[in-house]
């Protein structure tokens, strides 16, 4: 994706960034070569913000156009409101205490300079600033009383830097606009930017290393440069047109930040948030299911006062699942009275609501992958050695802990388990989605939908080999252009009122 940096005066501007071009605001604002380009990144670096500004309007019109713009409009407005200020500084309190705690005096301002500081010891504390209000140039300044507080943000235009900082800006410039991503290719193949978000010390990864490099080639060859991130870079997420998570979701959990700030910033996100939090709640998907008359396991939604009916209702064994149970964690099998009682004592512990569920043994579990409302791939795990699940975690034997699998051409599964599957993933959303469910006398029965299902090289991609990965990245591709569509069609129909 072109990047283009916008200040009001480009004769003003100071720095050699050779992977941008340097324009006017009044050239973006009036000129139609910009106007009618998809892919462009703006970096909007006017003097001035202030409503009905050029800043304001680059900022505006960028949006407008469908435009990946920093700061937004959004970003622009925050500057302008105490209340999120004060919000804010309580938010990271913790850090500006820590941060400013050898200073002396009652005043002190801060410039952040591309997400950095000339002082290393204020590195992280411009770096979460920048996080969340977005904008190239800043300037907080903080005062004490009995404790440090943000007292004003702004953006700064380029004659405000010192001198005696331009060469480290210079510097911060360079890295900030070249960033280290995979230039295996001239940028000008790419098309658009994607982070794939990871964990590099996460045990069970929801794709190991060898689907990675198979992602990031099929992202390559579907027009992305790529760049793999980390929790650390919540605060570039805007910097990108997709985001594919590939770290395990939750809501309790950064990754859902990351995918909501993605949807707030009008990127491509995959998980999306609605559907990590729909998927992670095994109470809302229950409560769906009945809704849809899902076929599923006789399940109860288990609260202090219905508990007494579990074992009538269900029988023994059963299961109890805890709401944000996941990869065969927080399930838990009881074989009589006194295990139900003493785990649901500690189970509400942590939660007022659970699932019980009667126990339906099988040899494996299906597990159907849909992406975009279609089938992308059919796995069959097999249940742990001598265990009930496919996962066993408590085994001391690390080759013990999973079952076998099998992976299968879609037209190989039964008819109704695919039918049943993307029929309740369509309930959740039109993302990427593995569905678990089971063949109990020949008939389906769902079980859950996981919004962050495995990929991984040698498993799930057995069939689909490479298929599997460029589906996933050409769906991502497909959400950006649609917006963009959308955006250039919105601009063309307000251009045709204008005239009439």
């Known amino acids: 994706m072109k990047k283009i940096i916008v200040v009001n005066n480009t004769k003003k501007w100071r720095f050699n960034v050779p992977e941008a071009e340097i324009i006017s605001a009044k050239d973006y604002l009036t000129n139609q070569e910009y106007s009618c380009q998809k892919n462009l990144r703006v970096f909007n670096l006017c003097k001035d913000y202030n409503y009905q500004s050029k800043g304001y309007y680059v900022s505006l019109l960028a949006e407008a156009r469908g435009h990946k713009v920093i700061p937004n409009v959004k970003s622009i407005r925050d500057f302008k409101a105490p209340a999120v200020v004060k919000i804010v500084s309580d938010e990271i309190d913790s850090l500006i205490q820590k941060s400013l705690r050898k200073l002396s005096g009652s005043e002190f301002v801060l410039s952040i300079y591309f997400g950095q500081n000339v002082s290393s010891q204020y590195l992280e504390l411009s770096q979460e600033l920048y996080r969340i209000f977005q904008a190239p140039l800043l300037r907080a300044k903080f005062i004490f009383k009995q404790k440090w507080y943000i007292q004003s943000i702004r953006p700064i235009c380029l004659n405000e830097i010192p001198d005696t900082h331009l060469s480290m800006v210079d510097q911060f410039a360079k890295e900030y606009f070249e960033k280290t991503r995979f230039f295996s290719a001239k940028a000008d193949d790419y098309l658009y930017d994607l982070a794939i978000?990871?964990?590099?010390?996460?045990?069970?990864?929801?794709?190991?290393?060898?689907?990675?490099?198979?992602?990031?080639s099929a992202a390559e060859e579907t027009?992305?440069?790529?760049?793999?991130?980390?929790?650390?870079?919540?605060?570039?997420?805007?910097?990108?047109?997709?985001?594919?998570?590939?770290?395990?979701?939750?809501?309790?959990?950064?990754?859902?930040?990351?995918?909501?700030?993605?949807?707030?910033?009008?990127?491509?996100?995959?998980?999306?948030?609605?559907?990590?939090?729909?998927?992670?709640?095994?109470?809302?998907?229950?409560?769906?299911?009945?809704?849809?008359?899902?076929?599923?396991?006789?399940?109860?939604?288990?609260?202090?006062?219905?508990?007494?009916?579990?074992?009538?209702?269900?029988?023994?064994?059963?299961?109890?699942?805890?709401?944000?149970?996941?990869?065969?964690?927080?399930?838990?099998?009881?074989?009589?009275?006194?295990?139900?009682?003493?785990?649901?004592?500690?189970?509400?512990?942590?939660?007022d609501l659970l699932i019980a569920q009667e126990f339906t043994p099988t040899d494996f579990d299906w597990r159907i992958g849909v992406l975009d409302g279609k089938p992308l791939y059919a796995c069959k795990y097999y249940m742990a050695k001598d265990h009930w699940q496919i996962y066993n975690w408590k085994s001391e034997d690390k080759n013990e802990i999973c079952g076998n699998f099998d992976c299968l051409p879609i037209e190989s599964v039964p008819h109704g388990i695919v039918k049943a599957a993307l029929r309740v993933a369509a309930?959740?959303?039109?993302?990427?989605?593995?569905?678990?469910?089971?063949?109990?006398?020949?008939?389906?029965?769902?079980?859950?939908?996981?919004?962050?299902?495995?990929?991984?090289?040698?498993?799930?991609?057995?069939?689909?080999?490479?298929?599997?990965?460029?589906?996933?990245?050409?769906?991502?591709?497909?959400?950006?252009?649609?917006?963009?569509?959308?955006?250039?069609?919105?601009?063309?129909?307000?251009?045709?009122?204008?005239?009439?």
């Open 197 to 216: 978000l990871i964990n590099p010390d996460e045990k069970e990864p929801p794709s190991n290393e060898k689907a990675i490099q198979k992602f990031i």
């Open 223 to 351: 027009g992305f440069r790529v760049e793999l991130i980390t929790q650390k870079d919540y605060h570039r997420v805007g910097e990108f047109d997709a985001l594919f998570i590939r770290e395990t979701t939750n809501v309790n959990h950064a990754t859902y930040s990351f995918a909501r700030r993605a949807q707030s910033e009008g990127i491509a996100v995959i998980d999306d948030p609605d559907s990590i939090l729909r998927c992670s709640n095994k109470v809302y998907l229950q409560e769906l299911m009945n809704v849809g008359h899902i076929p599923a396991p006789k399940t109860i939604i288990t609260h202090s006062e219905n508990r007494n009916v579990l074992a009538k209702e269900l029988g023994f064994p059963l299961i109890l699942k805890s709401p944000d149970s996941s990869f065969s964690q927080g399930v838990i099998k009881v074989k009589n009275k006194e295990e139900l009682e003493l785990e649901l004592d500690r189970m509400f512990t942590k939660s």
């Open 427 to 500: 309930m959740i959303g039109n993302g990427l989605y593995g569905v678990d469910l089971k063949e109990v006398d020949g008939n389906p029965v769902v079980i859950e939908v996981n919004d962050n299902p495995n990929i991984d090289a040698g498993i799930e991609d057995q069939v689909a080999k490479k298929k599997i990965y460029l589906a996933i990245m050409r769906s991502l591709r497909h959400r950006i252009e649609d917006r963009l569509n959308a955006a250039q069609q919105k601009i063309q129909h307000h251009e045709r009122d204008f005239f009439i």
